[in-house]
C-alpha cells in the first residue's frame, strides 16, 4: 500500500488464485502499523498498543465513574479489563476496542439530553467516527449493532410505557438512535470496496469452518486462569439486567444479552462484552451498595 499507494483489490500473494479479490479490511491499520513499525522497530509498534489499550480502558473508567463512586467503577473497570486481556494482541481489532468504548460515551451522552455539540447533533459524530473505524477493522459492525440496541432499548420502554407522554419521549430517542444507525451503516460504505466490504465480512463471520477451526471463533475454555473474572462480569451483568428490567429500563438488557450471547459463542468477543457490561454493572453495584447501607 505505501509503496504504490492503493490499496489492493485482487491477490498478491497466492499461486493457487492469483488475481482473485482481494479485501484488505484493514488496510488504514495496516498503514499505521508500517509506519510504526518503519519509524521506531517493533517495540514502537508494542508501545503503540499498549497506549490504545490504556486509553481504552482509562476512557471505560470514566464512563463508568459517571454512574458510581471512583472505588466502585475501578472496581469494575479493573475486572472488565482483566477479562478483556484474553484478547489483547498486537492486532487492528485494539482500534475496534476504543471506537465501541467512543461509541458508547456519545450514545450515554445522548442518553443523558446532551444532544448538541457545536450546534450540531451529538450523534453526527457516529457517522464520521465510522468511516474510519470501517477502514481500520471490521469491528465497525459493532457501532452500528449499538446503536441499534439502544433503538431497541428506547422501542421496549415505549411498548411498556405507563402514559403518553413516556410512550412520545421513548418513540422519539428511538427514532434518533435508528436514524444514527441508518447514517452510520451508510458512513460504512465509504471504504476501497463499498457494499462488497459488508457481503465479504459477513460472509467470513457466518462461514462454519471458522467457528469450528479457529481459537478465537471459539467459546472461551473456562479453565483459561482468566476466565474467572469473565464469570464474575457474567454473573453481574445478568444481575444488572433483571434489576433493570424491574426498572423498566431496557437499554442496559438489550445491550448485555446481545454482546453476553456474542462472548459465550466466541472468546474474541468477551472484550467487547466487557466494556459494555461495565457502566451498568457499575451503576447497579453502586444501588445496591446505597440500599444495603440504609438498610443498616
Same mark, same amino acid.
Given at each position: 500500500?505505501?509503496?504504490?499507494?492503493?490499496v489492493?483489490?485482487?491477490?498478491? &500473494?497466492?499461486?493457487?488464485? *492469483? $488475481?482473485?479479490?482481494?479485501?484488505a479490511?484493514?488496510?488504514?491499520?495496516?498503514?499505521?502499523?508500517?509506519?510504526?513499525?518503519?519509524?521506531?522497530?517493533?517495540?514502537?509498534?508494542?508501545?503503540?498498543?499498549?497506549?490504545?489499550?490504556?486509553?481504552?480502558?482509562?476512557?471505560?473508567?470514566?464512563?463508568?465513574?459517571?454512574?458510581?463512586?471512583?472505588?466502585?467503577?475501578?472496581?469494575?473497570?479493573?475486572?472488565?479489563?482483566?477479562?478483556?486481556?484474553?484478547?489483547?494482541?498486537a492486532?487492528?481489532?485494539? #482500534?475496534?476496542?476504543? #471506537?465501541?468504548?467512543? &461509541?458508547?460515551?456519545?450514545?450515554?451522552?445522548?442518553?443523558?439530553?446532551?444532544?448538541?455539540?457545536?450546534?450540531?447533533?451529538?450523534?453526527?459524530?457516529?457517522?464520521?467516527?465510522?468511516?474510519?473505524?470501517?477502514?481500520?477493522?471490521?469491528?465497525?459492525?459493532? $457501532?452500528?449493532?449499538?446503536?441499534?440496541?439502544?433503538?431497541? $432499548?428506547?422501542?421496549?420502554?415505549?411498548?411498556?410505557?405507563?402514559?403518553?407522554p413516556?410512550?412520545?419521549?421513548?418513540?422519539?430517542?428511538?427514532?434518533?438512535?435508528?436514524?444514527?444507525?441508518?447514517?452510520?451503516?451508510?458512513?460504512?460504505?465509504?471504504? *476501497?470496496?463499498?457494499?462488497?466490504?459488508?457481503?465479504?465480512?459477513?460472509?467470513?463471520?457466518?462461514?462454519?469452518?471458522?467457528?469450528d477451526? /479457529?481459537?478465537?471463533?471459539?467459546?472461551?475454555?473456562?479453565?483459561? *486462569?482468566?476466565?474467572? #473474572?469473565?464469570?464474575?462480569?457474567?454473573?453481574?451483568?445478568?444481575?444488572?439486567?433483571?434489576?433493570?428490567?424491574?426498572?423498566?429500563? &431496557? /437499554?442496559?438488557?438489550?445491550? /448485555?444479552?446481545?454482546?453476553?450471547? $456474542?462472548?459465550?459463542?466466541?472468546?474474541?468477543?468477551?472484550?467487547? &462484552?466487557a /466494556?459494555?457490561?461495565? *457502566?451498568?454493572?457499575?451503576?447497579?453495584?453502586?444501588?445496591?451498595?446505597?440500599?444495603?447501607?440504609?438498610?443498616?
Amino acid at each position: 500500500i505505501l509503496a504504490n499507494h492503493r490499496v489492493p483489490v485482487s491477490d498478491l &500473494f497466492s499461486f493457487s488464485k *492469483p $488475481g482473485q479479490i482481494w479485501y484488505a479490511w484493514e488496510w488504514l491499520a495496516e498503514v499505521v502499523w508500517a509506519w510504526l513499525v518503519a519509524h521506531g522497530g517493533l517495540a514502537t509498534l508494542v508501545l503503540f498498543c499498549a497506549l490504545l489499550i490504556s486509553a481504552t480502558y482509562t476512557m471505560l473508567y470514566r464512563l463508568a465513574r459517571r454512574k458510581a463512586n471512583p472505588l466502585v467503577a475501578l472496581a469494575v473497570t479493573m475486572i472488565a479489563a482483566a477479562a478483556s486481556s484474553v484478547h489483547w494482541l498486537a492486532r487492528p481489532h485494539l #482500534f475496534t476496542l476504543l #471506537f465501541v468504548v467512543l &461509541f458508547y460515551i456519545v450514545l450515554e451522552r445522548e442518553r443523558d439530553g446532551r444532544r448538541q455539540v457545536f450546534g450540531a447533533p451529538f450523534l453526527l459524530l457516529l457517522p464520521a467516527l465510522t468511516v474510519v473505524w470501517t477502514n481500520l477493522h471490521g469491528g465497525f459492525v459493532a $457501532g452500528i449493532a449499538m446503536t441499534g440496541a439502544y433503538a431497541a $432499548g428506547e422501542l421496549l420502554r415505549m411498548a411498556f410505557a405507563a402514559g403518553a407522554p413516556e410512550r412520545l419521549a421513548a418513540w422519539g430517542a428511538a427514532r434518533r438512535y435508528l436514524l444514527a444507525s441508518l447514517f452510520c451503516l451508510a458512513a460504512s460504505l465509504v471504504n *476501497p470496496y463499498t457494499y462488497h466490504l459488508h457481503v465479504h465480512v459477513f460472509q467470513y463471520l457466518l462461514d462454519p469452518f471458522q467457528s469450528d477451526h /479457529i481459537a478465537e471463533f471459539l467459546t472461551v475454555s473456562f479453565h483459561h *486462569p482468566l476466565a474467572i #473474572f469473565f464469570e464474575v462480569l457474567l454473573l453481574g451483568a445478568a444481575a444488572t439486567a433483571a434489576w433493570n428490567l424491574s426498572r423498566r429500563s &431496557f /437499554i442496559e438488557p438489550v445491550l /448485555i444479552v446481545l454482546w453476553a450471547h $456474542g462472548a459465550l459463542l466466541a472468546a474474541r468477543n468477551i472484550p467487547l &462484552f466487557a /466494556i459494555v457490561a461495565a *457502566p451498568p454493572v457499575a451503576a447497579a453495584l453502586e444501588r445496591w451498595i446505597e440500599s444495603l447501607a440504609r438498610s443498616n
